[in-house]
Protein backbone atom coordinates (compact mmCIF):
# COMPACT_ATOMS: atom_id res chain seq x y z
CA UNK A 1 0.00 0.00 0.00
CA UNK A 2 2.46 2.42 0.88
CA UNK A 3 6.27 1.86 -0.33
CA UNK A 4 8.71 4.57 0.95
CA UNK A 5 12.02 3.68 -0.72
CA UNK A 6 15.84 5.78 -0.13
CA UNK A 7 13.32 8.97 0.99
CA UNK A 8 15.78 12.18 1.81
CA UNK A 9 14.16 15.04 3.52
CA UNK A 10 15.59 18.42 4.55
CA UNK A 11 14.11 19.86 7.13
CA UNK A 12 15.99 23.97 6.61
CA UNK A 13 19.95 23.08 6.28
CA UNK A 14 19.26 20.01 8.53
CA UNK A 15 18.83 16.67 6.67
CA UNK A 16 16.19 15.11 9.16
CA UNK A 17 15.66 11.69 6.79
CA UNK A 18 19.17 10.74 5.49
CA UNK A 19 17.49 7.75 3.46
CA UNK A 20 15.16 5.68 4.70
CA UNK A 21 13.05 2.27 3.58
CA UNK A 22 10.25 1.57 5.21
CA UNK A 23 6.33 0.13 4.02
CA UNK A 24 2.67 -0.45 4.75
CA UNK A 25 0.83 -3.35 3.89
CA UNK A 26 -3.22 -3.45 3.48
CA UNK A 27 -4.59 -3.62 6.98
CA UNK A 28 -1.49 -3.31 8.90
CA UNK A 29 -0.83 -1.03 11.75
CA UNK A 30 2.65 0.15 12.16
CA UNK A 31 4.42 1.76 14.52
CA UNK A 32 7.68 4.44 13.88
CA UNK A 33 9.24 4.44 16.97
CA UNK A 34 12.51 6.82 18.02
CA UNK A 35 13.19 9.29 20.55
CA UNK A 36 13.08 12.96 20.12
CA UNK A 37 14.32 14.52 16.73
CA UNK A 38 14.93 11.25 14.97
CA UNK A 39 13.00 12.26 11.68
CA UNK A 40 9.63 10.70 12.48
CA UNK A 41 7.52 13.73 12.22
CA UNK A 42 10.02 14.87 9.10
CA UNK A 43 8.78 11.80 7.60
CA UNK A 44 4.95 11.85 7.85
CA UNK A 45 5.08 15.43 6.94
CA UNK A 46 6.92 14.60 3.46
CA UNK A 47 4.22 11.75 3.19
CA UNK A 48 1.70 14.35 3.73
CA UNK A 49 3.20 16.57 1.25
CA UNK A 50 3.88 19.71 4.17
CA UNK A 51 8.00 19.08 3.22
CA UNK A 52 9.21 18.14 0.19
CA UNK A 53 11.46 15.13 -0.67
CA UNK A 54 14.84 15.68 -1.30
CA UNK A 55 15.33 12.44 -2.69
CA UNK A 56 13.47 8.94 -3.06
CA UNK A 57 10.09 8.09 -3.66
CA UNK A 58 7.10 7.59 -1.66
CA UNK A 59 4.35 5.40 -3.59
CA UNK A 60 0.95 5.32 -2.70
CA UNK A 61 -1.10 1.93 -4.19
CA UNK A 62 1.44 2.59 -6.83
CA UNK A 63 1.21 6.31 -7.13
CA UNK A 64 3.89 8.68 -6.56
CA UNK A 65 3.24 11.37 -3.82
CA UNK A 66 5.97 13.32 -3.92
CA UNK A 67 5.31 15.40 -6.84
CA UNK A 68 1.47 15.33 -5.28
CA UNK A 69 0.31 18.56 -3.17
CA UNK A 70 -1.05 18.01 0.25
CA UNK A 71 -4.52 18.38 -0.93
CA UNK A 72 -4.41 15.38 -3.26
CA UNK A 73 -2.24 13.65 -1.27
CA UNK A 74 -5.66 13.60 0.66
CA UNK A 75 -7.66 12.56 -2.07
CA UNK A 76 -5.69 9.63 -2.72
CA UNK A 77 -6.91 8.40 0.65
CA UNK A 78 -3.84 9.67 3.05
CA UNK A 79 -4.89 11.25 6.00
CA UNK A 80 -2.81 12.88 8.51
CA UNK A 81 -3.47 13.09 12.49
CA UNK A 82 -0.34 15.87 13.18
CA UNK A 83 1.19 16.25 16.64
CA UNK A 84 -0.15 18.85 19.05
CA UNK A 85 -3.58 18.90 18.87
CA UNK A 86 -3.80 20.99 16.06
CA UNK A 87 -6.93 21.58 15.89
CA UNK A 88 -8.92 25.21 14.27
CA UNK A 89 -9.50 26.67 17.61
CA UNK A 90 -12.28 29.08 16.94
CA UNK A 91 -14.48 26.73 15.06
CA UNK A 92 -17.06 24.54 16.47
CA UNK A 93 -16.20 20.72 17.16
CA UNK A 94 -19.00 20.07 14.22
CA UNK A 95 -17.50 22.83 12.03
CA UNK A 96 -13.97 21.15 12.34
CA UNK A 97 -15.66 17.93 11.55
CA UNK A 98 -16.92 19.54 8.39
CA UNK A 99 -13.85 20.74 7.54
CA UNK A 100 -12.00 17.25 7.87
CA UNK A 101 -15.10 16.54 4.91
CA UNK A 102 -13.53 19.33 3.01
CA UNK A 103 -13.03 16.56 -0.10
CA UNK A 104 -16.25 14.56 0.26
CA UNK A 105 -18.85 16.21 1.50
CA UNK A 106 -20.65 16.40 -1.70
CA UNK A 107 -22.62 13.25 -0.93
CA UNK A 108 -24.00 14.13 2.13
CA UNK A 109 -25.47 10.28 2.93
CA UNK A 110 -21.50 9.45 2.98
CA UNK A 111 -21.12 12.70 5.16
CA UNK A 112 -23.85 11.48 7.62
CA UNK A 113 -22.24 8.10 7.39
CA UNK A 114 -19.06 9.25 8.49
CA UNK A 115 -20.13 11.39 10.98
CA UNK A 116 -22.03 8.61 12.79
CA UNK A 117 -18.94 6.20 12.84
CA UNK A 118 -16.75 9.26 14.27
CA UNK A 119 -19.80 9.47 16.69
CA UNK A 120 -19.80 6.22 18.03
CA UNK A 121 -15.81 6.16 18.11
CA UNK A 122 -15.57 9.21 20.25
CA UNK A 123 -19.03 9.67 22.01
CA UNK A 124 -18.07 12.76 23.64
CA UNK A 125 -17.26 14.86 20.17
CA UNK A 126 -21.45 14.69 19.61
CA UNK A 127 -22.10 16.17 22.78
CA UNK A 128 -19.43 19.26 22.64
CA UNK A 129 -21.12 19.65 19.12
CA UNK A 130 -21.39 23.29 19.42
CA UNK A 131 -18.42 24.10 21.58
CA UNK A 132 -15.54 26.26 20.61
CA UNK A 133 -12.26 23.88 19.90
CA UNK A 134 -10.37 25.70 21.75
CA UNK A 135 -12.40 25.36 24.71
CA UNK A 136 -12.14 21.49 25.38
CA UNK A 137 -9.88 19.49 27.28
CA UNK A 138 -6.55 17.91 25.71
CA UNK A 139 -7.96 14.46 25.22
CA UNK A 140 -10.85 16.03 23.38
CA UNK A 141 -8.64 17.59 21.54
CA UNK A 142 -6.67 15.21 20.27
CA UNK A 143 -10.22 12.71 20.00
CA UNK A 144 -11.26 15.61 17.75
CA UNK A 145 -8.15 15.92 15.54
CA UNK A 146 -8.38 12.35 15.10
CA UNK A 147 -12.22 11.88 13.90
CA UNK A 148 -11.74 15.09 11.76
CA UNK A 149 -9.04 12.74 9.66
CA UNK A 150 -11.75 9.95 9.43
CA UNK A 151 -14.14 12.49 8.19
CA UNK A 152 -11.82 11.99 4.70
CA UNK A 153 -12.56 8.39 4.84
CA UNK A 154 -8.61 8.17 4.35
CA UNK A 155 -7.57 4.26 3.47
CA UNK A 156 -4.09 4.98 5.65
CA UNK A 157 -3.85 6.95 8.71
CA UNK A 158 -1.03 8.81 9.84
CA UNK A 159 -0.86 9.11 13.43
CA UNK A 160 1.43 11.49 15.11
CA UNK A 161 2.38 11.41 18.95
CA UNK A 162 -1.49 10.90 19.43
CA UNK A 163 -0.69 9.73 23.29
CA UNK A 164 1.79 12.63 24.04
CA UNK A 165 0.67 14.97 27.22
CA UNK A 166 -2.65 12.47 27.71
CA UNK A 167 -3.39 11.53 31.06
CA UNK A 168 -3.10 7.93 30.90
CA UNK A 169 -6.82 6.66 30.81
CA UNK A 170 -6.77 8.79 27.61
CA UNK A 171 -3.85 7.14 25.67
CA UNK A 172 -5.36 3.79 26.97
CA UNK A 173 -8.62 4.86 25.45
CA UNK A 174 -7.16 6.97 22.10
CA UNK A 175 -4.66 3.80 21.56
CA UNK A 176 -7.97 1.16 21.79
CA UNK A 177 -9.98 3.64 19.94
CA UNK A 178 -7.14 3.66 16.85
CA UNK A 179 -6.70 -0.38 17.29
CA UNK A 180 -10.90 -0.43 16.42
CA UNK A 181 -10.21 1.56 13.84
CA UNK A 182 -7.44 -0.49 12.31
CA UNK A 183 -9.83 -3.69 12.36
CA UNK A 184 -12.57 -1.75 10.33
CA UNK A 185 -9.41 -1.85 7.54
CA UNK A 186 -7.49 1.30 7.71
CA UNK A 187 -4.30 0.75 7.99
CA UNK A 188 -2.30 2.40 10.36
CA UNK A 189 1.20 4.08 10.57
CA UNK A 190 1.74 4.87 14.11
CA UNK A 191 4.78 7.35 15.32
CA UNK A 192 5.24 6.91 18.98
CA UNK A 193 8.32 8.17 21.38
CA UNK A 194 5.91 5.72 24.16
CA UNK A 195 7.56 2.37 22.27
CA UNK A 196 5.86 0.06 24.42
CA UNK A 197 2.71 1.61 23.65
CA UNK A 198 3.14 1.61 20.20
CA UNK A 199 4.37 -1.82 19.80
CA UNK A 200 1.89 -3.74 21.92
CA UNK A 201 -0.98 -2.57 19.59
CA UNK A 202 1.17 -2.78 15.96
CA UNK A 203 1.98 -5.31 14.14
CA UNK A 204 5.01 -4.32 13.17
CA UNK A 205 7.65 -1.93 13.58
CA UNK A 206 10.51 0.67 12.54
CA UNK A 207 13.00 2.08 14.97
CA UNK A 208 14.39 5.16 13.62
CA UNK A 209 17.68 6.97 14.72
CA UNK A 210 19.00 10.10 14.03
CA UNK A 211 17.22 10.00 10.49
CA UNK A 212 17.88 6.59 9.63
CA UNK A 213 15.72 3.15 10.15
CA UNK A 214 17.96 1.44 12.77
CA UNK A 215 15.74 -1.68 13.00
CA UNK A 216 12.53 -3.36 11.40
CA UNK A 217 10.70 -6.18 13.03
CA UNK A 218 7.77 -8.02 14.16
CA UNK A 219 6.63 -5.79 17.05
CA UNK A 220 6.58 -8.98 19.54
CA UNK A 221 10.05 -9.52 18.33
CA UNK A 222 11.23 -5.44 19.15
CA UNK A 223 9.38 -5.82 22.06
CA UNK A 224 11.65 -8.86 23.38
CA UNK A 225 14.95 -7.22 21.53
CA UNK A 226 18.05 -6.25 24.36
CA UNK A 227 19.14 -2.93 22.50
CA UNK A 228 15.23 -1.68 22.12
CA UNK A 229 14.81 -2.67 25.45
CA UNK A 230 17.42 -0.37 27.32
CA UNK A 231 17.07 2.08 24.62
CA UNK A 232 13.26 3.09 23.98
CA UNK A 233 11.39 0.67 26.55
CA UNK A 234 13.64 1.74 29.46
CA UNK A 235 13.86 -1.79 30.99
CA UNK B 1 -29.29 75.85 20.76
CA UNK B 2 -31.11 74.14 17.96
CA UNK B 3 -29.16 74.82 15.33
CA UNK B 4 -26.04 73.26 17.04
CA UNK B 5 -27.82 70.27 17.89
CA UNK B 6 -28.45 69.83 14.14
CA UNK B 7 -25.04 70.91 13.11
CA UNK B 8 -24.00 67.79 15.22
CA UNK B 9 -26.81 65.95 13.47
CA UNK B 10 -24.97 66.69 10.24
CA UNK B 11 -21.46 66.12 11.27
CA UNK B 12 -22.61 62.64 12.67
CA UNK B 13 -23.98 61.66 9.21
CA UNK B 14 -21.48 62.65 7.33
CA UNK B 15 -19.27 60.79 9.68
CA UNK B 16 -20.82 57.47 9.33
CA UNK B 17 -20.72 57.54 5.78
CA UNK B 18 -16.93 58.25 5.60
CA UNK B 19 -16.56 55.45 8.55
CA UNK B 20 -18.56 53.22 6.81
CA UNK B 21 -16.21 53.60 3.90
CA UNK B 22 -13.13 53.62 6.07
CA UNK B 23 -14.91 50.45 7.19
CA UNK B 24 -14.80 48.34 4.18
CA UNK B 25 -11.33 49.25 3.09
CA UNK B 26 -10.37 48.03 6.45
CA UNK B 27 -12.59 45.04 6.47
CA UNK B 28 -11.05 44.66 3.47
CA UNK B 29 -7.39 44.88 4.77
CA UNK B 30 -8.10 42.68 8.05
CA UNK B 31 -9.13 39.68 5.87
CA UNK B 32 -5.58 40.09 4.26
CA UNK B 33 -3.57 40.78 7.61
CA UNK B 34 -5.77 37.84 9.08
CA UNK B 35 -5.47 35.40 7.03
CA UNK B 36 -2.84 35.58 4.83
CA UNK B 37 -0.92 37.14 8.09
CA UNK B 38 0.69 40.17 5.94
CA UNK B 39 0.34 43.74 6.28
CA UNK B 40 -0.65 45.73 2.62
CA UNK B 41 0.34 48.90 1.81
CA UNK B 42 -0.92 48.61 -1.42
CA UNK B 43 -5.03 48.80 -0.06
CA UNK B 44 -5.40 52.40 -0.80
CA UNK B 45 -4.51 52.29 -4.19
CA UNK B 46 -6.54 49.18 -4.92
CA UNK B 47 -9.27 52.14 -3.33
CA UNK B 48 -8.14 54.30 -5.85
CA UNK B 49 -8.39 51.88 -8.39
CA UNK B 50 -12.06 51.45 -7.54
CA UNK B 51 -12.94 55.10 -8.17
CA UNK B 52 -10.84 55.81 -11.02
CA UNK B 53 -12.05 52.74 -12.76
CA UNK B 54 -15.34 53.63 -12.25
CA UNK B 55 -14.62 57.53 -13.82
CA UNK B 56 -12.88 55.93 -16.87
CA UNK B 57 -16.02 53.05 -17.66
CA UNK B 58 -18.58 56.44 -16.69
CA UNK B 59 -16.44 58.79 -19.05
CA UNK B 60 -14.57 56.74 -21.94
CA UNK B 61 -17.68 53.79 -22.47
CA UNK B 62 -20.62 55.82 -21.73
CA UNK B 63 -21.60 53.23 -19.06
CA UNK B 64 -23.83 54.14 -15.90
CA UNK B 65 -22.57 54.73 -12.40
CA UNK B 66 -23.68 51.05 -10.98
CA UNK B 67 -22.55 49.59 -14.29
CA UNK B 68 -18.95 51.29 -13.83
CA UNK B 69 -18.68 50.20 -10.17
CA UNK B 70 -20.01 46.39 -10.91
CA UNK B 71 -17.06 46.21 -13.98
CA UNK B 72 -14.49 48.32 -11.55
CA UNK B 73 -14.85 46.40 -8.31
CA UNK B 74 -14.74 43.09 -10.35
CA UNK B 75 -11.40 44.05 -12.33
CA UNK B 76 -9.79 45.16 -9.32
CA UNK B 77 -10.37 42.15 -7.64
CA UNK B 78 -8.77 40.23 -10.57
CA UNK B 79 -5.70 42.50 -10.42
CA UNK B 80 -5.54 42.08 -6.81
CA UNK B 81 -5.52 38.59 -7.19
CA UNK B 82 -2.81 38.09 -9.34
CA UNK B 83 -0.62 40.39 -7.71
CA UNK B 84 -0.85 37.79 -4.86
CA UNK B 85 -0.47 35.04 -7.14
CA UNK B 86 2.56 35.98 -8.97
CA UNK B 87 4.17 38.67 -6.83
CA UNK B 88 3.33 38.36 -3.06
CA UNK B 89 3.14 34.56 -3.05
CA UNK B 90 6.82 34.13 -4.20
CA UNK B 91 7.71 36.56 -1.76
CA UNK B 92 6.50 35.40 1.17
CA UNK B 93 7.92 31.93 -0.27
CA UNK B 94 11.20 33.67 0.18
CA UNK B 95 10.86 35.46 3.36
CA UNK B 96 7.28 36.87 4.82
CA UNK B 97 9.09 40.22 5.98
CA UNK B 98 9.70 41.29 2.43
CA UNK B 99 6.20 41.33 1.55
CA UNK B 100 5.38 44.48 3.30
CA UNK B 101 8.32 45.87 0.94
CA UNK B 102 6.55 43.88 -2.16
CA UNK B 103 3.16 45.81 -1.41
CA UNK B 104 4.39 48.68 -1.24
CA UNK B 105 6.23 48.50 -4.76
CA UNK B 106 2.27 47.61 -5.52
CA UNK B 107 1.23 50.37 -4.24
CA UNK B 108 3.74 52.86 -6.16
CA UNK B 109 3.20 50.97 -9.40
CA UNK B 110 -0.64 51.13 -9.22
CA UNK B 111 -0.24 54.89 -8.62
CA UNK B 112 2.11 55.98 -11.36
CA UNK B 113 0.59 53.76 -14.23
CA UNK B 114 -2.38 55.50 -13.43
CA UNK B 115 -0.73 58.63 -13.29
CA UNK B 116 1.07 57.88 -16.51
CA UNK B 117 -2.15 56.43 -18.57
CA UNK B 118 -5.11 59.42 -17.04
CA UNK B 119 -3.03 62.32 -15.82
CA UNK B 120 -3.44 63.55 -12.11
CA UNK B 121 -6.21 65.71 -12.13
CA UNK B 122 -8.98 65.33 -9.54
CA UNK B 123 -12.00 64.34 -11.57
CA UNK B 124 -15.64 63.89 -10.57
CA UNK B 125 -17.57 61.19 -10.54
CA UNK B 126 -21.08 62.14 -11.90
CA UNK B 127 -23.60 59.80 -9.67
CA UNK B 128 -27.46 59.30 -10.56
CA UNK B 129 -28.36 59.50 -6.99
CA UNK B 130 -28.91 63.61 -6.25
CA UNK B 131 -32.50 63.81 -4.73
CA UNK B 132 -31.88 65.33 -1.15
CA UNK B 133 -34.29 64.02 1.51
CA UNK B 134 -35.01 66.20 4.90
CA UNK B 135 -35.05 64.54 8.05
CA UNK B 136 -36.40 67.26 10.27
CA UNK B 137 -33.56 69.55 10.45
CA UNK B 138 -31.14 67.53 8.55
CA UNK B 139 -30.08 67.29 4.99
CA UNK B 140 -28.83 64.19 3.68
CA UNK B 141 -28.12 63.32 -0.10
CA UNK B 142 -29.15 60.42 -1.84
CA UNK B 143 -25.57 59.09 -2.17
CA UNK B 144 -24.65 59.25 1.43
CA UNK B 145 -28.03 56.92 1.92
CA UNK B 146 -26.70 54.55 -0.96
CA UNK B 147 -23.29 54.30 1.10
CA UNK B 148 -24.87 53.63 4.60
CA UNK B 149 -26.96 50.87 2.93
CA UNK B 150 -24.10 49.28 0.77
CA UNK B 151 -21.70 49.46 3.21
CA UNK B 152 -23.98 47.92 5.83
CA UNK B 153 -25.22 45.01 3.93
CA UNK B 154 -21.75 44.48 2.31
CA UNK B 155 -20.39 43.73 5.67
CA UNK B 156 -23.55 41.92 7.06
CA UNK B 157 -22.61 39.70 3.75
CA UNK B 158 -18.98 38.83 3.76
CA UNK B 159 -19.77 38.54 7.68
CA UNK B 160 -22.27 35.90 6.65
CA UNK B 161 -20.15 34.10 4.18
CA UNK B 162 -17.47 33.58 6.36
CA UNK B 163 -19.27 32.85 9.61
CA UNK B 164 -21.84 29.90 7.21
CA UNK B 165 -20.32 29.07 4.30
CA UNK B 166 -18.01 25.96 3.64
CA UNK B 167 -15.87 28.46 1.96
CA UNK B 168 -15.83 31.20 4.18
CA UNK B 169 -14.95 28.89 7.24
CA UNK B 170 -12.35 27.24 5.25
CA UNK B 171 -11.30 30.59 4.89
CA UNK B 172 -11.32 31.34 8.59
CA UNK B 173 -10.48 27.63 9.34
CA UNK B 174 -6.81 28.41 6.67
CA UNK B 175 -6.19 31.70 9.36
CA UNK B 176 -6.54 29.47 12.28
CA UNK B 177 -3.82 26.64 11.24
CA UNK B 178 -2.60 26.57 8.48
CA UNK B 179 -0.65 22.95 9.12
CA UNK B 180 -4.05 21.76 9.87
CA UNK B 181 -5.65 23.60 6.55
CA UNK B 182 -2.91 21.60 4.42
CA UNK B 183 -3.75 18.39 5.73
CA UNK B 184 -7.79 18.51 5.60
CA UNK B 185 -7.10 19.19 2.25
CA UNK B 186 -7.47 22.47 1.48
CA UNK B 187 -6.08 24.28 -1.66
CA UNK B 188 -3.72 27.13 0.74
CA UNK B 189 -2.35 28.81 -1.75
CA UNK B 190 -5.63 29.21 -3.44
CA UNK B 191 -7.41 30.26 -0.30
CA UNK B 192 -4.63 32.98 -0.28
CA UNK B 193 -5.16 34.78 -3.51
CA UNK B 194 -9.20 34.77 -3.58
CA UNK B 195 -9.01 36.14 0.06
CA UNK B 196 -6.54 38.78 -1.20
CA UNK B 197 -8.77 39.34 -3.97
CA UNK B 198 -11.73 40.10 -1.98
CA UNK B 199 -9.88 42.52 0.30
CA UNK B 200 -9.17 44.86 -2.72
CA UNK B 201 -12.42 44.32 -4.00
CA UNK B 202 -13.51 45.91 -0.52
CA UNK B 203 -11.13 48.42 -0.82
CA UNK B 204 -12.78 49.07 -4.54
CA UNK B 205 -16.00 49.35 -3.49
CA UNK B 206 -15.40 51.79 -1.05
CA UNK B 207 -13.60 54.23 -3.58
CA UNK B 208 -16.09 53.96 -6.54
CA UNK B 209 -18.53 54.73 -3.76
CA UNK B 210 -16.76 57.80 -2.08
CA UNK B 211 -16.01 59.01 -5.57
CA UNK B 212 -19.35 61.24 -6.07
CA UNK B 213 -18.24 63.19 -2.94
CA UNK B 214 -14.66 64.13 -3.35
CA UNK B 215 -13.18 63.75 -6.39
CA UNK B 216 -10.93 60.92 -7.99
CA UNK B 217 -7.37 60.70 -8.99
CA UNK B 218 -4.27 58.18 -8.94
CA UNK B 219 -2.89 59.51 -5.96
CA UNK B 220 -6.16 59.44 -4.02
CA UNK B 221 -4.74 56.31 -2.20
CA UNK B 222 -2.45 57.49 -0.31
CA UNK B 223 -3.90 59.50 2.40
CA UNK B 224 -6.63 56.48 2.84
CA UNK B 225 -3.81 54.02 3.10
CA UNK B 226 -2.76 55.50 6.17
CA UNK B 227 -6.32 55.74 7.58
CA UNK B 228 -6.58 51.68 6.88
CA UNK B 229 -3.93 51.61 9.32
CA UNK B 230 -5.49 53.85 11.72
CA UNK B 231 -8.69 51.78 11.35
CA UNK B 232 -7.18 48.59 12.02
CA UNK B 233 -5.05 49.86 15.05
CA UNK B 234 -8.26 51.65 16.89
CA UNK B 235 -10.32 48.40 16.22
CA UNK B 236 -7.55 45.78 16.05
CA UNK B 237 -5.29 43.65 13.80
CA UNK B 238 -6.76 41.08 11.40
CA UNK B 239 -10.52 41.75 14.05
CA UNK B 240 -13.93 42.13 11.13
CA UNK B 241 -15.73 43.59 13.77
CA UNK B 242 -13.04 45.66 15.08
CA UNK B 243 -12.35 47.05 11.24
CA UNK B 244 -16.00 47.74 11.01
CA UNK B 245 -16.55 49.99 14.74
CA UNK B 246 -12.96 50.98 13.95
CA UNK B 247 -13.63 52.75 11.17
CA UNK B 248 -17.19 54.10 11.84
CA UNK B 249 -15.37 55.55 15.39
CA UNK B 250 -12.43 57.66 13.11
CA UNK B 251 -15.04 58.62 10.82
CA UNK B 252 -17.54 60.24 13.13
CA UNK B 253 -14.47 61.98 15.64
CA UNK B 254 -13.00 62.99 12.28
CA UNK B 255 -16.12 64.76 11.53
CA UNK B 256 -16.72 66.36 14.27
CA UNK B 257 -13.21 67.40 14.81
CA UNK B 258 -13.51 68.94 11.63
CA UNK B 259 -16.67 70.81 11.99
CA UNK B 260 -15.70 71.89 15.52
CA UNK B 261 -12.35 72.51 15.92
CA UNK B 262 -10.73 72.86 12.55
CA UNK B 263 -10.65 70.78 9.49
CA UNK B 264 -6.86 71.04 9.52
CA UNK B 265 -6.94 68.99 12.46
CA UNK B 266 -8.93 66.44 10.69
CA UNK B 267 -5.55 64.06 10.50
CA UNK B 268 -4.03 64.97 13.59
CA UNK B 269 -7.23 63.68 15.41
CA UNK B 270 -7.28 60.68 14.03
CA UNK B 271 -3.41 59.40 14.25
CA UNK B 272 -3.65 60.61 17.22
CA UNK B 273 -5.93 58.42 18.45
CA UNK B 274 -4.27 55.71 17.11
CA UNK B 275 -0.55 56.49 19.11
CA UNK B 276 -3.07 56.60 22.34
CA UNK B 277 -4.74 53.20 20.92
CA UNK B 278 -0.94 51.90 20.53
CA UNK B 279 0.22 53.60 23.92
CA UNK B 280 -2.44 52.19 25.90
CA UNK B 281 -4.26 49.10 24.39
CA UNK B 282 -2.01 48.08 21.66
CA UNK B 283 -4.40 44.87 21.11
CA UNK B 284 -7.10 47.58 19.68
CA UNK B 285 -10.31 48.42 20.71
CA UNK B 286 -12.08 45.21 19.62
CA UNK B 287 -8.90 42.91 19.14
CA UNK B 288 -8.49 39.66 21.26
CA UNK B 289 -4.61 38.70 21.55
CA UNK B 290 -3.65 35.86 19.63
CA UNK B 291 -7.54 35.10 17.72
CA UNK B 292 -7.64 33.60 14.16
CA UNK B 293 -10.36 35.32 12.05
Known sequence: ?235 | MMDYGAAIGQQLINGVVLGLCYALLAFGLNLIVGILGIMSFAQGEFYMLGGVFTFAFMQYLGLGYVTSILASILIVAFIGALAERFLIKPLAEKDMEITLLGTFAISIILMNLLEYIFGNTPQKIFTPFKTLYNIGPLVINQQRLVIIIAGILLVLLFNFMLKNTKFGISVRATSQNKVAANLVGINVAKTYTLTFGMGCFLAAIAGALMGPLSAVYPSMGQNIGLKGFVVIVLGGMGSLPGAVYGGIILGVIESLGAAFISSEWKDLIGYGAMILILLFKPQGLFGRKGAGV
Open chain 1, 1 to 235: MLEITQLEVSYGAVQAVKGIDLEVKDGELISLIGNNGAGKTTTLHAISGLLKAKAGSIKFNGQELTVLKPYEILQQGVAQVPEGREVFPELTVFENLEMGAYLTSKDSKLFNDTLEMCYTYFPILPKRKNQLARTLSGGEQQMLVIARALMSQPKLLLLDEPSLGLAPMVVEQVMSIIQEINKKGVAVLLVEQNANLALEISNRGYVMETGKIVLSDDSKNLLDNEEVKTAYLGI
